[in-house]
């Protein structure tokens, strides 16, 4: 199957290590190809840089079907612009919530994300209603570092364990959901770290997740309802 | 107090009526005004056309705010672009679903609400979930009519008692909220006429709730938290 | 429009306050007067006490409709009486939760109530999920204080805002709502203080609220539901 | 142990009927009388209703402590008062929807109650709200009937099996709980009759749950949280 | 009437215990007699314990059912097998669980339940949802010690004062469930140490809770209900 | 991969169905063989027959770890003893419901299930609630046959057209999920003629979605949580 990634950024300074770890996570027949979108903000931190976004989501994702891809990855933890895209292609496309808050809902009862800043704490908390999925959620968790400062892998990995240990520990979490897909490759590390501390938690990569669902829906033949996504009417729209 | 009447449409054909319906409902020391945004959809049916409106909407906000205005209402039910816009002003900006909400919440224990499309039925159920009303929603029901045919108000008002009266006996509505700003100046008309079928259910306009909500905001002093929709981060933005 | 403020006590040592805070805060256009119930303990802090006042709201709230008022705000934050009320008149009867719940959910996600006593704290997590409200409500505090000893302003200032400070650290508040309408006159200046420590959390005033509300439902022609709030059916009663 | 039953009604029609049917429920050791409030109405329909009755119900529920009393129902589905009095007493005190509600919840996934009045939907749906049953209840119907005319017992019966055929085809319940305790005595014949046409509903009487759970609290030596229920402060009460 | 315990372990260790404590609980005209099931774990802490136990609880209860007996309670917190059991048998089957949540749930608006290992802290938070009362609960906190070290009394009597002082402290519980059946005759005594330290805490015992709830449902002629807890349909079964 | 596919049940009529239906979706790396517990039930049709299963789905479960597999589906809708077995082993276990239910909340706002029998529903309920998905469940209904009469595709398929058809435009259906493993091979034909009907309803096949997401969890490294299902407590076990 052919997957694209749309990185819904102005800006590539993410793409070569999204397609390295796409490589890495891709089943052995999935092609993937990663693009950015044509305008929007340099990261995704708030409402605002999601609606800056969207529109240019859209548009990647009809292209993308257009090319003949089989599924779309919105590289983004806010599923920005994803509901929009679903209502005008026929092809899955999921963001990074979704596929992480249910693999997390697959392995364990209630659990925590740990996210980068506190401006997204509120849009997460309404992914999460959204979905129906808020009474299996025990906290969501910010490392107070900007989107573009996640290049510093150690602080990030220190940061993030500090906040897994609190929401274990306080929150009653017994899975975390890596809140930013920005947070890429950490996820295996981090498990390992905790369980060396005797805290076996699991930890959910956003981007691993939503690869998977992909190739799961692809596999299972099934996109999303067209009574839910509804096809847009027909009319005027000045874009 | 000064309010900007935002109509997240490209089009300008419902902006009289708004006007007068506005001029109708405002308090007397409220002036109030009527604007289009730049660009996006015709009119408002789905995912895809609030993302198109959406950047547009905040534009129109942030230009309301520096001309001075002390409130703005988004005028469409669905809250397009309504998060976004309170991100990057501070003064109050509603669109048409949480205030009706919220006035039917506060006088009758369960609410229905009558909007266009079974487009747009999914988007108002994740409304009230997002808002965390979705206990007091008895049903969303549709006229099946396009925002763009409301024009014919005798089908308009007859589809809406046929969905209103079933709301009542079927779905043990005790209020009704009117699904779209479209759906103007037919509140009163409509509860009067289930009021003397002997079914006494008070209609909410969203329009004449979202004004009064403005009106309430602006006299109590407060506007949305800033601790909810945080000030965005600076960095690169192409719009 | 002519507002009635019924203060549900036998005593009528707020009166003054009431009238000084009814009267900074009304429209232009708005009178409003104040009266006490008839009998009723000196302060509501409980069930009991809102058992005691009820029956005597009833009947105040009834002269006030007689008395050609628009619009009742029975000046507690426990809404007692208003139910009940709501049933034998057809003009708007608020207390003082519901409209400061509903402020607070417009503007915030999530929100936490700063009230007097322990006490009164099951009452009013009770009056959130009656209204369908409880997903909303971050925390219930308080500040261990009866209602008669507020009268000393500079303790019950210090003392919520150490309770409101808690609410946004530990419990995630993006709003506050003081739960007792005897804390008039504060919330600017709370609010300030907080934003002044760069802590920019709304805090709602019940009162404020509860005028506004009545103003807006005036405005819009809109009061409670008889399908929620029926006519009382004829027979003896003995008072 | 001495269980006292509170009618809370002004008038005494009921109370022989009461007093045989508790006579045939109470367990082997247990005394019952029964008394009427000093004032209130005839029948509760209704907020109102239960806000006269309250200040008598409470008056009458200390009575019963200082009696000597165990225990005390206060006879009437919609719990009137019943807040209020454990607030004042130690002994427990319970209502009808409570026991009932809890009895289904034992028994059944969810369960549907038929009650007397449309009036009274709203205020059961409260009761189900506040103590956190509200998934639990799949319908709440009535049967049209005031309380002062369920004397005609073959109507009430012929009324009540349409209800609950309905509330068991197409609300899903699992169990019928009767909404009002003046339907005494029918619970068993309402079963059979249900268990004869294959459908083997349980049909729970409000009446029968009240007095078995106070008998169960007293073996239990529990009673109503006093951090739930609080003792009232001191203070003046004109009463 | 004649209750059977069914204790859901292979060792007999708790038996004596048990009938000391069934003895001091029944009401006088109950007989109550204790089983062992034939197979299963020495005690129950977990998912696995309760599918080694569950077909021999269902062997016992419908033994139970053949010997004359009136009501069966399956001796543990978790409820093992008494849905499958329900399932075989028409007299009254219940755990430990839903007696003491809904005794808890009549005296309290919100409780906390203190259980052996944080093994079972999952298993809990299932039973309340499955039953809906989610809502009611505070928080589950555990003693961090397994079921076969219940013996030191004085040890488990520490422990349990500990955590319940936090749950009534920092998770709002209003009243305490104790979360195994091992926990026997320790509820008066917790409660009564828990009021001297001025937190007077309900703390509910599931033994007495089910005796008693067993007794209730006998005198009122209901057992569960086959539309819930359907007949098995008739075919092969390899035991 | 190595998946083995654990069908709970003492008989292996539909084996050779389910290894054809497993090779038709198994990715092309995964290898899947089935195997039937030693005892149990011929079909699972209720508690009863899952507590019958469980302890021989542990054992079975425990032998494909040995046996070096690296994901095991428990083949039944209800997850008869997933919850026990993950306890035991490591690797992934899934049963029916969860990977389903899933599926339909990442593709579907609202979805319902279409089981076999009334017996079930108050099942896949509780599942439901068990995974906090009762949210997003339009409805449960069933098409009236038993598992041992799937047999015949043509009157099996009709019933599930009917009762999908009615999901849909009565519950609010936006996705279907075949609520019983036995209905293999059917979900595309299905989505396919509602499709050609004009209603475009995804529909759901369990055995294709726990496959999948065996393949999912193995390509993302993770397993369920051990914080949420504990290793056992070492003690007698007497199986």
């Known amino acids: 199957m052919k997957i694209r990634i749309v990185v819904p950024l102005a800006v590539d ?12 996570l891709r089943a052995p027949g999935t092609e993937i190809d990663v693009v950015n979108v044509e305008r929007g903000p340099a990261s995704i931190e708030g409402s605002y840089d999601e609606a800056l976004a969207a ?3 859209v548009e990647a994702v009809q292209r993308a079907e257009q090319d003949g891809c089989d599924g779309v990855f919105v590289d983004c933890f806010g599923d920005p612009g994803v509901a929009a895209a679903r209502e005008v292609v026929s092809i899955p496309v999921v963001g990074g919530f979704v596929p992480a808050a249910l693999t997390a809902t697959a392995i364990a009862g209630r659990w925590s994300v740990v996210t980068v800043l506190s401006n997204v704490v509120p849009l997460i908390r309404d992914l999460a209603r959204k979905h129906g999925l ?94 839910c996504y509804h096809q847009p009417t027909e009319k005027l729209r000045i874009i």
């Open 134 to 227: 808020e009474g299996n959620v025990a906290s969501v968790r910010h490392i107070d570092t900007p989107v573009l400062e996640l290049q510093d892998h150690d602080l990030m990995r220190s940061r993030l364990l500090g906040r897994i240990r609190l929401a274990v520990r306080d929150d009653g979490a017994e899975a975390v959901v890596l809140g930013c897909t920005g947070m890429m490759g950490l996820a295996d590390d981090l498990a390992a770290t905790m369980a060396d501390e005797g805290v076996p938690v699991p930890v959910v990569d956003p981007t691993a997740a939503a690869i998977a669902m992909l190739e799961s829906l692809h596999k299972m033949g099934v996109s999303h309802s067209r009574l």
């Open 55 to 57: 529109p240019w989501v």
């Open 13 to 24: 300074v993410f793409n070569s290590l999204v397609e390295e770890e796409a490589d890495r």
